[in-house]
């Protein structure tokens, strides 16, 4: 049963990594990665990695987030996205 | 108690964190003072270290006391201490360099980024732990990336960008063989992991080996990943180009060498043909594109590419106890020496005449003589004439070669010198020979003459003084 | 990059995944057993918790090196930052943010010193309570109560650097025991708690820099954005 | 399978992505994000490898730590720079 879950969230991992590539759009892609980086914490923490589930949270998806959301501002606008 | 105190090997760690993190703290470009103290007791302690490990052997300092595997260990044997050596020679004389070069030239972070670069390298040639080994390749990287993007040039900026992206890459491939390696082993110490290994290691450890090599190639910039380079290193400003050329790139091939010679000496065989067959296409195709570019320092980047080549032919002729070891070390400080003098000396010309092209270069021996001198002295080592320290390193290659019946290598030193000495004499021929093309000219401090041509006598000296390098590397491996 | 340079990529990239998998999938369990020489050491190592003992004492060298990754990453962010792109002076935010802020922010200083003090027990430390320090730097900024950085002034570099210099100076001083970062057991809780409120406070103001240096004036409208990747 | 195991084939999927983007993928943005994507797998190999057998062990997990830390340091230096190349219009995203 709770193999069954860590299989889901691995699939989930993988969608959201894959998606953050592929998706045309840089602002959906930026958000991808930072669901995908929620995500990774819920991993650690089935990993029995609660300090690094804190920290991947905090700087993985928080901060690292800001920094993209905030750069999407300064050079997104003027451009259209990329193949996959 | 004392005696653990003063032992120069941590020191050699802990000085440049210091200086480089006070620069910062007083910042707007001061620093340069604590710089060069600081690397002046630098050199000694490296010193020092080098007669205490001829005298006992080498030696390991368990960080924390804990020992490997738990804690980690730095390593003190004459390969490390040869680098050491190699990396404060270097920057002594390049920090006097860059005082007079930035007095020239405004710039605020160059001492805080130099002094953390240093500190990696050290750092880097003691560790013997492959996960630390990790971090002080990230430290390194980032160092030098700022150093490249320091001006704000968008070229610059441009040319640190990919340099990033090529490094991230490089070091995550490192990463995931780390991780491999914990995984199969459960360690990351070099020490404890050599026994474990063994002779036939499994596939897990084959494909860990492969992608920590492909990671330190990139890094190392040996063809075919050189692409980075000739525009990080040739844009750079030059005290920057002379440091990323001259020691750098040695730092991941020291890695290559060290793994090669340690944990994974049974996977070094399997690769031995490859990176000599790529050491053999980087010296010439980098001579090549020497030959054929306008630009002063494009000139010297690609021969860094080029003079890389030589680093790796030892590969294949690597055997215990033999000349190729000898031939790649001294190769090393050969090239880390006359390299900087050569970006040190093509600083001076292109801030003296104002142009960064051959052409403008016509008849300026007349005006900066020493500058001249220092850069055909460096020319003289990358040629490999006697009596130069990169005479002895492709002799000894040579040697190896011979020994060993592989013909075809002697072949590539012999016409990677040729080409060495056509693009060395393009640029004395410019300087030498022609009619002054510029009457503007602009007066450098002495500092940056006198630094350069040290450095370029430096490596051609070092060549009559290779017995005590072979001493030093006749330490054996580990405690 | 044309078409078959990509699939080759693309086959590189699948084989070598291949590769790693089938080589991960029959791996005998590692000759050394790391864990088990924590647990061994962990009542000498000045700190209850696990990670806490490896991240500040056993490799506690490692940390010391990353924390000058961190300055050398602000310091390189710093040198190509164009001064007239960040934002001088703090702009004013609407007034709902303003009071999130003000009773938001000395709750992440709590909840920073909590993580700070509950790291040597359970998870938590400085890594941890640094980034809650920064995110509440982060929230301060958005707030429009703390300006950007283009230069930091010597107090704010003080700041940023103290962390790091308390770290190495501990680990300098610890020498004197027989070599770097050797805490005598009686005094490693001790030790450990300075570098971790050094650190802490640093981190803070570290990874807040690595945000503020890069914000840039928040006036300008993201138009277009919905309409990318169109290629 | 233990979880260990799975989400260390996970991390060698989430590694093998990443690195293929970072050749294939254009925009400097895209490429800092395969760069996260190579980090993440490693950081799950290394993590996930160790515990395959179920034990926790805090070695890899502060590992860990130290390499997420240097991973939001590189991301925002690049950020920095190719914001830098934006600003002086140079730069395609």
Partial sequence: MSLAFDALLALALLWSAWRSLATPDLTRAVVMFIVFGLLMALAWARLDAPDIALAEAAIGAGLTGALLLDALGAFGERRGGDRP | MADTFLDPLPWLIILPLA?????????????????VAGLAVQLALALILAVQVMAQGARVHAVGGWGASLGIDLLADGLSVAMLLLTQAVALPLAVYARAYFSEVAQTTFWPLAGFLLAALNALFLSADLFNLYVTLELLSLAAVGLVAMSGKPAQVDAALRYLLVSLTASGAYLMGVALIYGAYGTVSLAGLAPLVGADPPLITQLAAGLMLAGLLAKTALFPFHFWLPAAHGGAPAPVSAL??????KATFYMVL???????????????????ALGAAAILWGSWRALTTHHIKMLVAWSTVAQLGYLFLLFPLLEPG?????????????????????????????????????????????????????????????????PSGGFLAKWLLIEAALEQGQWGWVVVVIGGGLLAAAYVFKVLRQAFLLAPASAHFHRVPRAMEWSAFLLAAASVLIGLRATEGVALLGVEFGP | MNAPARLAVVGFALALAGALATAVLDLPAAAVDLPAAVAENLSTSGVEHPVTAVLLNFRGYDTLLEIAVLLLALLGMLAVAKPEAVAPEPSAADPMLRFLASVAVPLMILAAGYLLWAGAHRPGGAFQAGAVLAAAAVLLHLAGRLPAWASPSRMLRLGLVGGFLIFLAVAAALLAQGALLRYPPAHAGALILLIEAGLTLSLGLILAGLFLVLARRPASPRAGVGEEGKS | MTPGLLYALTGIALFALGLAGVILLRQTLRRILAFNLMGSGAFLVLVGLAQRGGVVDPVPQAMVLTGIVVAVASTALALALARRLAEDGHEDG
């Fill in chain 2, 322 to 386: 033999g000349a190729a070891l000898r031939a790649g070390v001294m190769q090393a400080f050969a090239h880390g020496l006359a390299k900087a003098a050569m970006f040190a000396a093509a600083g001076v010309l292109m801030l003296s005449t104002g142009r960064d092209t051959l052409e403008g270069l016509a008849g300026v021996a007349g005006r900066v003589p020493v500058t001249l001198f220092a850069f055909a002295l460096a020319g003289v080592t990358l040629m490999g004439l006697p």
């Fill in chain 2, 258 to 276: 060290r793994l090669a010679l340690g944990p994974f000496a049974a996977l070094a065989d399997d690769a031995a043909p490859l990176l000599g």
């Fill in chain 2, 19 to 35: 200086w480089a993190s006070l620069a910062f703290l007083v910042g707007e470009g001061r620093g340069g003072r604590l710089a």
């Fill in chain 2, 244 to 249: 990323l050329s001259a020691l750098v790139v």
